[in-house]
């Protein structure tokens, strides 16, 4: 595993390189003939980075074609962005909404269900507002509003931040207040700061399992309200290299990764972080 | 965001920024100029060993004292139920660590580039040793404000630290710093640019009221 993470590190610092004379497969919105080749920019969110999914599924995906990858990870919120700038070429993103209006604006070629996980609230074990046996994750949330409990928030634009905005704007609670923590970090680091000030949060479960050293626990989980599904989205712009997108959408929804995805996780936390979803909508 | 509650945002990070490194800047002054003074004027045992520490701590990587103090301040760690972990105070503890050694290095290069009689004269003169050693700072007073000026812009310039200690929390220990890193992951480079700006304003007013002390003390000597 660490040898692996060298060798994506060196491969990203290596690529701005030839980027110069990259880009060669397509110039225009229509799809390359040939085997795609070249460099191809994945924009993602900090939950697939930090989960360590992307360590596994990145080099595998270049080792099956010529296509080399570079990752940004950001917030999804920022990472749409960029596709509609044309500055990626694929997206992997966790933000419905935001991705249903970035299809509507006819910035994207296709729209792939690949996986989800789900949100889970975490909080101190204490759990002083009672969250755990609210009965969801609307009241848990209205729990912690009354009781004015600490509650740490991403603030960051990203996917789980739009994800949890939603919760309270469905929880009829509009947070704000010294008891409301704003860090606009990333989920990492706001777990940590959360189980530190016994802080509730919104997190991703992978997130929750990979960061080690929490207090906190998971109080509320499950439901149709938590649930946090990841679309691949191959963009549309002039100038993007189109081959190597539709190569890795084709890639990451097909049989064998998506056993792969189904199986990550399991023998390092003793659960699966991801349920694959190819084939839904 | 409005106009009127941006411009609120960017006055309370500069007073929270200034705050956290004007104080740990005196702070470390205050340690800072008579450790160095010490270093440079007596000669003891391990005073090479702890002039060669002193050197090293003026290249620590902030990251490095942030992650330090945070495990000390930590709920786990040894000083944990002081409650200063993402608090001003606890950013002020890693930035006055950050900024002692470079005081108190530049203060005994300071004070050993004087003449090297210039004590065994002011003794001479019948001075005392709280004289001497005000003498001495007069003497040396070009390069000691040096020391405070370099001192205070490592520590309103790092960002490691007072992440991982501060945690950047909104309204609470952002500063300028952290919330040109959090703009710019979030992709919005006006308002990191505009921070960018405010935080060079603000060194530089620091920075003028030092120079002003320091070239009315050259133009004194001079005359």
């Not at chain 1, 995906?61 to 296509?67: P, R």
């Not at chain 2, 950047?168 to 480079?189: C, P, S, W």
């Amino acid at each position: 595993m660490r040898v692996r993470s060298w060798a994506i590190t060196v491969l990203v610092a290596a690529v701005p390189a030839t980027t110069a004379c990259g880009s060669d497969s397509s110039g225009s919105d229509t799809a390359a003939t040939a085997a795609p080749s070249g460099q191809m920019i994945l924009a993602t969110t900090t939950s697939t980075r930090d989960s360590g999914l992307l360590d596994t599924l990145v080099p595998a995906f270049e080792d099956a074609g010529k296509c080399s990858v570079k990752t940004v990870a950001v917030g999804s919120g920022q990472a749409i962005d960029l596709g509609a700038r044309g500055q990626a070429d694929v997206l992997l993103v966790h933000s419905p909404d935001a991705e249903q209006t970035f299809m509507n604006q006819g910035r994207g070629a296709s729209r792939l269900a690949v996986m989800h996980n789900d949100f889970v609230l975490v909080g101190p074990p204490a759990d002083q507002a009672k969250a755990a046996g609210a009965g969801g994750i609307e009241p848990a949330l209205q729990a912690i509003a009354r009781t004015k409990a600490a509650f740490a928030s991403r603030a960051d634009e990203s996917g789980t931040h739009a994800k949890e905005l939603k919760l309270w704007k469905q929880a009829g609670v509009t947070p704000s207040g010294s008891w409301y923590i704003e860090t606009g970090q990333g989920m990492g680091p706001t777990l940590t700061i959360a189980s530190q000030k016994r802080a509730y949060t919104l997190s991703d479960r992978g997130t929750v399992l990979a960061t080690q050293n929490l207090d906190g626990k998971i109080l509320v989980q499950g439901g149709q309200a938590l649930q946090n599904p990841y679309h691949v989205i191959v963009v549309k712009h002039p100038g993007t290299n189109v081959g190597c997108a539709q190569a890795f959408s084709r890639w990451i929804t097909s049989a064998p990764t998506q056993r792969v995805i189904g199986s990550f996780g399991k023998r390092r936390y003793g659960q699966a972080l991801f349920d694959p979803d190819a084939g839904a909508t | 965001m409005s106009a009127l509650t941006a411009a609120a945002l960017v006055w309370e990070l500069v007073a929270r920024t200034a705050t956290v490194s004007v104080s740990a800047t005196a702070i470390a002054m205050a340690i800072g100029v008579p450790a160095g003074t010490a270093l440079g004027m007596l000669r003891f045992r391990g005073q090479r060993a702890a002039a060669t520490a002193v050197n090293t701590g003026m290249a620590l990587p902030t990251v490095v004292v942030g992650l330090v103090v945070a495990l000390v301040l930590f709920r786990s760690g040894p000083l944990g139920s002081l409650d200063l972990i993402y608090t001003v105070r606890g950013m002020i503890i890693a930035q006055v660590l950050i900024a002692a050694p470079l005081i108190t290095g530049i203060t005994m290069a300071a004070i050993q580039a004087l003449p090297e009689e210039l004590p065994d004269q002011l003794r001479a003169l019948g001075a005392n040793r709280r004289q001497l050693v005000v003498r001495l700072w007069l003497e040396a007073r070009l390069p000691l404000l040096a020391a405070v000026m370099a001192g205070f812009g490592h520590a309103v310039s790092e960002v490691g630290a007072v992440t991982i200690v501060g945690g950047n929390i909104h309204g609470q220990t952002q500063v300028l710093t952290t919330a040109i890193v959090e703009d710019v992951g979030k992709g919005d480079f006006r308002p990191a640019l505009a921070y960018g700006a405010v935080l060079l304003l603000l060194a530089f007013a620091v920075n003028a009221v030092l120079t002003s002390v320091q070239q009315r003390g050259a133009a004194w000597a001079r005359s």
